[in-house]
T-cell receptor, first 111, second 113 residues
Framework: SQQGEEDPQALSIQEGENATMNCSYKTSINNLQWYRQNSGRGLVHLIL?????REKHSGRLRVTLDTSKKSSSLLITASRAADTASYFC???????????FGTGTRLKVLA | DTAVSQTPKYLVTQMGNDKSIKCEQNLGHDTMYWYKQDSKKFLKIMFS???????INETVPNRFSPKSPDKAHLNLHINSLELGDSAVYFC????????????FGAGTRLSVL
């Protein structure tokens, strides 16, 4: 299967709630990124976490990385309707120059 | 000003035709990429160029040929289009060596009939 798989595949929440999505990967990595894709648009970088970091914050976003479990999570707090999008994790495998993208989580935030 | 722009946005063509997609970035980045996103939203890298030099060439049919006339441009030419080539193609760029934070274009939706 693919390097970088997100779960859940789809998530529907009410505005104001928190959204958590997870990413699992298979090989050792240099870093991991999260991207957002609005419908019909390109991907937008959200946050990058290096393999020696365990947690990073950016505004309402919190990313954790557990290299022993080869997993990462993205938490969006106090979600808004504008957060509705697909979210992808991307891993840069050690010794390579390429990012492998996951299959994405489709988040829908209901107003 | 659009940072990474690709044209056309939509491309509808018949099987067997040859088509090109153009990409330009005005960010001064050294590395550019082409990705293919299929109908299930799976995004897969195709090619990466660093300062006009091919760095990554994934298992892509040789009907696909990237061309980088300068480090601000990376075009994708596709020969003998097939139904399975229908997808959204994204161009991206990043600073420095391949990898790192990538800036994506809006995508080109290719439909092969």
């Amino acid at each position: 299967s693919q390097q970088g798989e997100e779960d859940p595949q789809a998530l529907s929440i009410q505005e104001g709630e928190n959204a958590t999505m997870n990413c699992s990967y298979k090989t050792s990595i240099n870093n991991l990124q999260w991207y957002r894709q609005n419908s019909g648009r390109g991907l937008v970088h959200l946050i990058l976490i290096r393999s020696n970091e365990r947690e990073k914050h950016s505004g309402r976003l919190r990313v954790t990385l557990d290299t022993s479990k080869k997993s990462s999570s993205l938490l969006i707090t106090a979600s808004r309707a504008a957060d509705t999008a697909s979210y992808f994790c991307a891993t840069e495998a050690s010794g390579t120059y390429k990012y492998i993208f996951g299959t994405g989580t489709r988040l829908k935030v209901l107003a | 000003d659009t940072a990474v722009s690709q044209t056309p946005k939509y491309l509808v063509t018949q099987m067997g035709n040859d088509k090109s997609i153009k990409c330009e970035q005005n960010l001064g980045h050294d590395t550019m990429y082409w990705y293919k996103q299929d109908s299930k939203k799976f995004l897969k890298i195709m090619f990466s160029y660093n300062n006009k030099e091919l760095i990554i060439n994934e298992t892509v049919p040789n009907r696909f040929s990237p061309k980088s006339p300068d480090k601000a441009h990376l075009n994708l030419h596709i020969n003998s289009l097939e139904l399975g080539d229908s997808a959204v193609y994204f161009c991206a760029s990043s600073q420095g060596r391949p990898g790192g934070i990538q800036y994506f274009g809006a995508g080109t939706r290719l439909s092969v009939l």
